[in-house]
Each structure stands twice: as structure tokens, then as C-alpha cells.
RNA sequence: CGGGGAGUGGCGCAGUCUGGUAGCGCACCCGGCUGGGGGCCGGGCGGUCGCAGGUUCAAAUCCUGUCUCCCCGACCA
């Protein structure tokens, strides 16, 4: 039980000047967090107490799979990040010892882990291995933003799998993705679990869990039985009239028309009738010009995927010199490969010309040019995938499971004897999770003008008691004996016995989002009745005083 | 990294253009009233105006440098 007199609870009637995220500003005005510097933040009391509550469920769901907890360091020594490629990410803090050792702060752990592993394990028979820790994470982001939903610093529960086999890292990742449901539930958010990019670093197959809310910062494509973060989503376009087609290309005088957009309106054709010239250059240095239909974007991790390789924008100069002036390039002669977007239909489309101020109408894919096809557009609200409309929400990841395949295995020297004593990588996966986005995207999915209304199972306290009577007073004896009854009862209490107002009250207490709030003051008494408000929803309840505490512990577990 | 903005008491702000020795609301402390939605009255405490240098009789204000923070974008293994 907590008396909110002699709290460590800062809370402020403004939020900072500064911050524009719903739950930056209430996670603030709450008293929960406080910043240190940018994307450095400390976890006041009663935030600390949701972060948490949060850690214990993600344990619970960790250890209900096998993991077994451990605990590895932030400092790490350079080496084995040199090993496996990643000294170089420029995320990654690095800093030297006095004796000018370099050392680097954990961006996560997968080097560490499987060092030790690659020690431990020779043997077919010690796997299949879950291991995991909390532990801080340092990552020298270029940008902090939005309180503690992308932060330098941050606590991550990340769990590493280690299998002999891909079906055995099939199977492992499958266990990780039923208990990751069960934590997002459990967590009380809404989330959707899409599919994700496997990044830079390969790998063999991805999730995200995404948390839908107005601060998010990705974009997850969402129709029925399909999920996917945007910069993975592949679906159908919109089909766009296309005008008639002619036996060859045909010049058309388009001065200073150098955008989809100025071209649409001069010619009055829409967008869609035009390709749209994306050109690159690859990491061998050779020139590629990516199609794409006039209304669409190229989504540049797609088109990574597709390329297999790195890839740059061509610069203006570049394009000047082997195409033609930018504004006005296209397919039709290109001394270079093509590769079109599959959303292109066939059909004649006007593309650039590669000469100043024309384009070129009736332009055919196929007929006059040759092309690779290609997956590599941004999808679109509206677009179908299997015949059902996509919608686009705005997200935060709150965690993600990874089959890393053997890539770790193999730069550290992770490996098993089978039963014929042949030596073969071990098979990895991981997988993060982050309490303090869980706990901010909660913030994001439910406030409502008067605060906070955390869900059931992560809130700082189940119930804030408000007592409006002066010690000393019958009313105040009854809230004493209520507070001690419901602490009986297994609530978690906060008790505001404060000498203040009973508005302050009120109003902080619907700013920290307790579930439950209940009142006694000396309207209780002449009532017979106990006030309770649900924070969700701020539906008042009320409860005979006899059995309160027992009414008030029923209500509580009815709750989300 | 590119663009934009901001540093004045615990929080939110005014004052800067046009230089003259710092102010408002809230919070906090003391006293009183009030007591079911951030209540009222009275009296107080608290700031080397981010930092450094310069100009000037005089700098929160002008100049130079520097640090920090925020927002948009890029990036995000």
C-alpha cells in the first residue's frame, strides 16, 4: 500500500513546452518519467511500477516456453562485434578503456550470447536452448523522439534460440510467437503482428508486433488475413485507365514539365498513365532505371530486397550524362537494364523521353523496351491483396522475433557435433520486446481527455483510493479501514490522503489512470454506498459499504 | 546528416526588434477561509536570463563563438 502524501508522484498541469506525443506529454504530466537528456529518461516510482508490471509478464510468458534467464553486460569489448561485422554500425557507441582498449555499448546481445554458447555447446544433445535476459540496450540514434517511444537508452527483454536445424529454429520461433501473443494480450494492448523486413544482416524470416497509435512510426498494411509493415507489403494496385494504344511511340512537347504532376495536368491523363523513372546505381557502379506506375512510389527497401545488393540514387549528373536531363528520362532506348514494377499492367503509357521537354505516349512494356519485372512499390490505401482492401495504420513496434538462421553461428564459431560427430552450425533466432513502448504505446491507444487509463494488468496500482475526509473524522476512519480491506484483497492501493481539494484529487487521479478509483468522503455516508469510477470510460459505479472491498475486487477483474 | 525552432525561478510564458539593472500565471512556504471536480483571501521564499568572450557608462536585449533541447525529413542490423 502506498499514501500518495509521501509519494515520489511529480505531476504537472502543462505538459512540456516541447513534446508533441500524446503519451510524452501524459507520461510526463503523470509524474511517471522524467528526461535526462535527449532519448535518456528515468523511470520515476509509480512509471517504474508499470515497466515492471510489464517485465513480469514477459517473464512469466518466457519462462512458460523454457527460456531461462540470465544476465549479460552493457560494455562489451570491440572483438567480437569486429567478428561479426557490426563494429561499423554507426549506431553502435564505441569508447575506449584506459588502457585504449576499443569497447562498444550493447546495441543488443547476439555476439555475447553466442560466444558463450560457442563455448559451452559442442554437443547435438544440449539443444535446443532458450536463453534471455532484460538488460539495458545503448543505441546512438540520430534522432530521439516522442518521449520514451525511441530513446538512446532503453531496457529490452531479448531472448536468443539455438537449434540444431532450420526445423528446430522453426520450431522455436513458433513457440516465441504464440507467447508473444499471449504478452501483447496479456499487456492489454491492441496489436497486429505483421511481416517484417529481415534487414541488412539476411536472416530468414521476420515478424514485427505492432502497436497502432497516432505516435507510431511505421506504417503496417493491413487487410483481412494479411498484415505487413509497409516496407515489406506487397498487393495488388488500384487498376487506371489507360488511353488507347498506338503501333509506336509518338513525341510529345512537353516544355518544362518535369514532374507526374505537371505532365498530368497538361496533357489530362491521370497520373497512372504515366512510368515513372526511378534511376540508380548499383554497388558494381552500373546504371539501372526502376519503373514504377506515375501514381506510385518506389519503397526502397523492397527495392534493396529485389536488387540482392546496395544501392544510391543517381545524381542528377550521372543521370545527365548516361540517360538523358532529368525531368524528362524513360525506358525507350536506355543503354541500361529496366526493371518495371509488377503493378505496371500492360497497356501504352507516356514516359519520358530522354530528350528536353518531351515525353513519349503509347509507350508499350515489352514492345519497346525489354524489362525485368519486379516487386518494388510502396502499397497504396485502396489496393487488394487476395480481393480485400488494404487499409494503412500508423504503428510502434513493441517487439519483434527474428530467425537469424547461421549467420551468427558462423562469424563466432557456434557450432554442435551431430550423432555421426559431424560438425554443423548452430541455428539461431531472436527476439525483443520493449516494456517502455509497451507501456507508451498503452499510454497512446487509451488517454482520454483527463489523463492516462492504463489496462488492468500493467497499471501503476489496481486502485487509487480518494479520501475526502480529515483524519479524525468518521468518513476518514471508514476510507482507512476500506484501504486496508482492499489491500487484504490483494489490490494493489495507492491512497490519496492528502489535505488538498477534492478536484486536485480527482484530476490527478484520472491523470495517472489507475482502473479503478474510489471515493469516500462524507456523501458515503449518508449514501450507504461506496463510489467507484471505472477509469476507462470514467463510468461511475457505486457499492453497498458492507462486502465493498470484496464488490470493488470483483469489479477490478472484470476489467480490460 | 539536411531543414526549422527554442534555452529567462520547479512548470508554462512575457520582456529581446527599439540596451537603462527582471515580470506574469501555476507550483512552493506561512496564516486564515473552504471542503465532491485543479477553490478563495492575505503575506512570503525563489532567477549570475544555457555557457564563454566582445561592444558599451550600462547587456536578458547588440556582436562572435560554443553547448543543450525540440519538431519535420533522411537514417534506424
Known amino acids: 500500500m502506498t499514501l500518495l502524501s509521501t509519494y515520489f508522484l511529480p505531476t504537472e498541469r502543462e505538459p512540456p513546452a516541447d513534446a508533441e506525443a500524446i503519451s510524452h506529454k501524459l507520461m510526463v504530466r503523470a509524474g511517471l518519467v522524467r528526461q535526462v537528456g535527449s532519448g535518456l529518461w528515468s523511470w520515476l516510482p509509480a512509471g517504474w511500477r508499470v ?13 512458460a516456453i523454457g527460456g531461462q534467464e540470465m544476465l549479460m553486460p552493457v560494455l562489451h569489448p570491440a572483438e567480437p562485434w569486429r567478428r561479426s561485422g557490426r563494429y561499423s554500425i554507426e549506431e553502435l557507441f564505441k569508447l575506449k578503456d584506459r588502457r585504449g582498449a576499443d569497447m562498444v555499448l550493447a546495441m543488443t546481445h547476439e555476439e555475447i550470447v553466442t560466444g558463450h554458447v560457442a563455448t559451452a555447446i559442442q554437443s547435438y544433445r544440449d539443444l535446443p536452448l532458450i536463453l ?39 520450431a522455436s520461433y513458433e513457440r516465441h510467437r504464440a507467447a508473444y501473443d499471449r504478452m501483447f494480450d496479456r499487456c492489454g494492448l491492441e496489436w497486429y503482428r505483421v511481416e517484417a523486413d529481415v534487414g541488412m544482416m539476411g536472416g530468414v524470416g521476420a515478424h514485427e508486433y505492432m502497436a497502432p497509435c497516432a505516435a507510431g512510426e511505421n506504417d503496417v498494411v493491413l487487410a483481412a488475413g494479411y498484415a505487413a509493415n509497409i516496407e515489406v507489403a506487397s498487393a495488388d494496385p488500384q487498376p487506371v485507365a489507360l488511353p488507347a494504344g498506338l503501333p509506336a511511340p ?71 550524362e548516361r540517360l538523358g536531363p532529368p525531368g524528362f528520362i524513360g525506358p525507350v532506348g536506355a543503354q541500361m537494364p529496366i526493371l518495371l514494377d509488377q503493378g ?90 520493449g516494456p517502455a513502448r509497451v507501456a507508451a504505446a498503452a499510454v497512446e491507444q487509451y488517454a482520454d481527455e483527463k489523463g492516462i487509463s492504463w489496462p488492468r494488468t500493467i497499471a501503476p496500482f489496481d486502485v487509487e483510493l480518494v479520501t475526502l475526509g480529515k483524519p479524525g473524522t468518521e468518513e476518514r476512519a471508514l476510507s482507512d479501514r476500506l484501504n486496508e480491506e482492499l489491500q487484504a484483497a490483494g489490490l494493489e492501493m495507492l491512497y490519496d490522503e492528502r489535505d488538498i481539494g477534492p478536484g486536485e484529487k480527482f484530476a490527478e487521479a484520472e491523470l495517472l489512470g489507475c482502473p479503478l478509483r474510489v471515493t469516500v468522503g462524507r456523501r458515503t455516508l449518508g449514501a450507504g454506498e461506496i463510489e467507484v469510477q471505472v477509469r476507462r470510460g470514467r463510468e461511475g459505479r457505486s457499492v453497498p ?16
Request: aromatic share 8%; glycine share 10%; hydrophobic share 40%.
Open 51 to 63: 515497466h515492471q508490471r510489464i517485465v513480469e509478464i514477459v517473464r512469466e510468458e518466457m519462462n
Open 132 to 170: 534471455y535476459h532484460f538488460q539495458v540496450k545503448e543505441r546512438d540514434e540520430a534522432r530521439p523522439r516522442a518521449g520514451v517511444l525511441r530513446t538512446r537508452e532503453f531496457v529490452m527483454k531479448d531472448s536468443y534460440s539455438f537449434d540444431r536445424d532450420r526445423a528446430g529454429l522453426d
Open 250 to 320: 509518338e513525341s510529345v512537347h512537353t516544355p518544362g514539365m518535369r514532374t507526374v504532376e505537371a505532365v498530368t495536368r497538361e496533357l489530362g491523363v491521370p497520373a497512372g498513365a504515366l512510368l515513372k523513372a526511378f534511376p540508380i546505381i548499383v554497388e558494381g557502379g552500373e546504371m539501372k532505371l526502376v519503373m514504377v506506375r506515375g501514381d506510385h512510389r518506389v519503397n526502397e527497401i523492397k527495392l534493396g530486397n529485389a536488387l540482392g545488393e546496395g544501392f544510391r540514387a543517381a545524381l542528377p549528373d550521372d543521370v545527365a
Open 344 to 433: 505496371v499492367a500492360p497497356g501504352a503509357y507516356i514516359t519520358g523521353a530522354n530528350q528536353s521537354d518531351s515525353h513519349l505516349r503509347g509507350v508499350e512494356p515489352g514492345r519497346d523496351f525489354e524489362y525485368e519485372a519486379v516487386d518494388v512499390r510502396s502499397v497504396l490505401e485502396g489496393d487488394t491483396v487476395a480481393g480485400a482492401t488494404v487499409r494503412i495504420e500508423a504503428a510502434i513496434e513493441v517487439g519483434n522475433i527474428f530467425k537469424l538462421g547461421t549467420r551468427y553461428s558462423e562469424a563466432l564459431d557456434a557450432s554442435y557435433l551431430d550423432e555421426s560427430g559431424v560438425s554443423h552450425p548452430i541455428w539461431m533466432g531472436s527476439y525483443g520486446f
Open 545 to 560: 459499504i458492507d462486502g465493498a472491498s470484496e464488490a470493488i475486487a470483483e469489479l477490478w477483474r472484470g476489467l480490460p
